[in-house]
């Protein structure tokens, strides 16, 4: 999944929840409803959140600058 964001604001309140160890969790809370864990038959649902520091300052810095110009997300597995 990828988010955009506006303002440096948005950007820094999500990686403050990430920092806190909150954003799994409020994710976790807000996509895997009852509704969609039984559509999808299943019980439990390990969902796993990874922002990385490099990531978040070249948003910031592209958002800091207000560019046209996006920033690469690769696929990163650990």
Same mark, same amino acid.
């Given at each position: 999944? %990828?988010?955009?964001?506006?303002?440096?604001?948005? =950007?820094? $309140? =999500? *990686?403050?929840?990430?920092? +806190? +160890?909150? =954003?799994?969790?409020? !994710?976790?809370?807000? !996509? =895997?409803?009852?509704?969609?864990?039984? %559509?999808?038959?299943?019980?439990? &649902? /390990?969902?796993? &959140?990874?922002? *990385?520091?490099?990531?978040?300052?070249?948003?910031?810095?592209?958002? $800091?600058?207000? #560019? #046209?110009? /996006? &920033? $690469?997300?690769? $696929?990163? /597995?650990?």
């Amino acid at each position: 999944m %990828a988010v955009g964001f506006e303002t440096i604001k948005e =950007l820094d $309140d =999500l *990686w403050a929840y990430h920092k +806190e +160890e909150k =954003l799994s969790p409020l !994710l976790h809370e807000i !996509l =895997l409803t009852s509704s969609v864990m039984e %559509a999808a038959d299943v019980t439990n &649902v /390990r969902l796993v &959140v990874k922002l *990385w520091d490099d990531e978040y300052e070249s948003c910031k810095h592209e958002l $800091d600058n207000k #560019t #046209t110009q /996006r &920033v $690469d997300i690769t $696929d990163r /597995r650990e």
